[in-house]
């Protein structure tokens, strides 16, 4: 076993969520030595043909993993993974938060043709596939912006990619949309944390609506134009928004999340040029930290 490659107890709990090995018409090679190799790039950031030789054909790791992005199967397992946890306990709803982070693009991510993609022996367009392919321009250069929900145990519950530009507010309510982790004893998936945390980019009248109206008590900070516009409006502008700072101190935990996923250079830095590839990226190296004790 190779450093970074999934332990034994990793194995163990991913292995029942992966598609079947034999299928009509061929065999997949060796799950675990691919998906190994897909790892491999996530954490290192190194162009798919210069893939050590004991992953075996780098064009079968590249193929695999763009299938899968484009299927969905890197949500489904995602979502069997997180599902796995919630059940034993390893998901703190106590407080989940919301963030975005940034990453720069590499100069090899940018040129993709404008003809839609497909997904593989299929005549649909991938899923995550956006026409813009997630990328915006800024003083910076190139760059795709990763919204993130992150549970109290600094674990990635749902994200979102958009261009760089974009700003965080708008995909607050496209990001906590996306929480639904499955209860496997059954009943339907939980979407909705206890509490929810936010710097004041999400204060809005209209985020505190919706949060209200999902029953989700929130602690995001007021700023100061928008208090002073309350306050101007007299009784037309409605109470102040409650704001506790030891809970809001919890805010810390989407940081750190982020610093865990962007640890894996290939979400520090996109290298890849479609943005459903890239989201697929972002799944797996998500995955790996769910593995993880």
């Not at 009943?187 to 945390?197: V, W």
């Amino acid at each position: 076993m190779g450093r970074g490659d999934l332990t034994n107890a990793e194995w163990g709990r991913l292995e029942p969520h992966l598609p079947a090995l034999g299928r009509r018409g061929g065999r997949w090679n060796d799950h675990r030595r691919v998906i190994n190799g897909i790892l491999f790039r996530v954490r290192t950031g190194i162009p798919w043909r210069d893939l050590p030789e004991r992953f075996g054909s780098w064009k079968t790791i590249y193929e695999r993993h763009r299938r899968w992005s484009a299927d969905g199967t890197w949500d489904r397992i995602l979502r069997a993974v997180q599902a796995d946890a919630d059940l034993a306990g390893k998901i703190d709803w106590s407080m989940v938060s919301v963030d975005s982070t940034s990453c720069r693009a590499h100069q090899h991510a940018a040129g993709a043709r404008k003809k839609k993609p497909r997904v593989p022996k299929k005549r649909t367009t991938p899923r995550h596939h956006r026409p813009d392919e997630g990328l915006g321009r800024s003083r910076g250069g190139l760059t795709c912006k990763i919204h993130l929900a992150g549970e109290g145990g600094c674990q990635p519950l749902a994200f979102l990619l958009t261009p760089g530009q974009w700003g965080d507010a708008p995909q607050m309510i496209d990001v906590l949309e996306r929480i639904a982790v499955a209860r496997p004893q059954g009943g339907r998936p939980r979407t909705r944390p206890d509490h929810l945390g936010g710097d004041k980019a999400y204060s809005s009248r209209r985020k505190r609506r919706y949060l209200r109206r999902r029953q989700i008590k929130h602690t995001i900070p007021e700023p100061k134009d928008q208090r002073a516009n309350r306050k101007r409006r007299g009784s037309k502008g409605g109470r102040p928004s409650g704001f506790d700072s030891e809970i809001y101190k919890r805010r810390n935990e989407v940081e750190r999340t982020i610093n865990r996923l962007k640890n894996s250079r290939a979400v520090a830095t996109r290298y890849d040029k479609r943005a459903y590839v890239f989201h697929g990226t972002v799944t797996i190296a998500a995955t790996r930290l769910w593995l993880r004790p």
